[in-house]
């Protein structure tokens, strides 16, 4: 009796979902900005939005960093320690970068607003905010095994009172991100629209933005990451009749990765 259970325990253990060998290998960093310093900027529901996939990721195992209406010195701050941990275990991190908030394009360059932003020009724009591009070189430095990056911006409530001077990304002036290209290696980017569009933050009362809501419905998903992310196109598509398609780039080397970690197993690695 002894023998044949010390030898079902040991095939549990084996069979233990890879998260539980790998705790504290996946790092997010989740940010969400609504209390701009200037007002006519707040928005709805980028904080709740956060607070939520937050939530959510850490349920799944994540060792999650969550930062509310942060300042660009803050953004800095946050971004630093979440790169670090990614580089920090040889390679075999894997990493979920969240931004809700405002955002625009500036001379085919995307930037996220920290609630500090001055939005005077649009030099002011860029001096004071952070650039995606940027981030993105910054996760593919890291030679972490995979980052995942979803940007839900370009909301479609700037107001008219900004600089006609600044090329906003709402539904001011038809701005919006550029096209996000990336070459790094493992890095996939999910924006919550397509270029040049406007994203909605959602009705008056609503806790989520649309994108946001489909996101969350799916993001527990024991499919891979390049079905989740279709499904939840297709569900972002159809809250909004039409109006907002979310777009993605990027490559993963293992096409059955999923954000889930617990649908992974796998034996236990060589000693």
């Known amino acids: 009796m002894k023998l044949r259970t010390g030898v079902f325990l040991l095939l549990s253990a084996l069979m233990v979902p890879s998260f539980v060998w790998a705790e504290g290998e996946r790092y997010a960093l989740v940010i969400g900005n609504s209390d701009y310093q200037n007002d006519q900027l707040d928005l709805g529901t980028p904080v709740n939005d956060a607070v939520d996939v937050a939530d959510a990721l850490a349920g799944l195992g994540y060792d999650v960093d969550i930062q509310e209406n942060v300042t660009k010195q803050e953004f800095t701050a946050a971004l630093a320690g979440y790169v670090a941990k990614l580089a920090a275990s040889s390679g075999r991190s894997e990493g979920f970068f ?45 030679g972490n095994k995979i980052n995942v990056v979803v940007i839900d911006a370009c909301r479609d409530s700037l107001p008219q009172a900004l600089p006609q001077t600044v090329k906003t990304r709402g539904a001011v002036r ?98």
């Open 174 to 271: 038809g701005g919006g991100f550029s096209k996000v290209d990336t070459a790094e290696k493992d890095v996939f980017v999910m924006m919550s629209t397509a270029a040049g569009q406007s994203a909605l933050d959602g009705d008056a009362g609503t806790r989520n933005s649309p994108f946001a809501t489909a996101f969350l419905k799916h993001i527990d998903s024991p499919e891979p990451l390049q079905l989740m992310v279709t499904d939840v196109i297709n569900e972002t598509v159809s809250m909004t009749s039409n109006r907002q398609r979310p777009y993605t780039n990027g490559s993963v080397s293992d096409k059955y990765y999923s954000i889930n970690p617990g649908v992974q197993t796998e034996l236990l690695p060589p000693p």
């Open 98 to 142: 969240w931004y809700g908030g405002h955002g625009t394009e500036i001379v085919g360059q995307n930037y996220l607003w920290p609630v500090d932003v001055a939005v005077t020009s649009e030099i002011a724009i860029r001096e004071s905010s952070w650039s995606l591009q940027q981030l993105l070189g910054y996760l593919g430095e890291a």
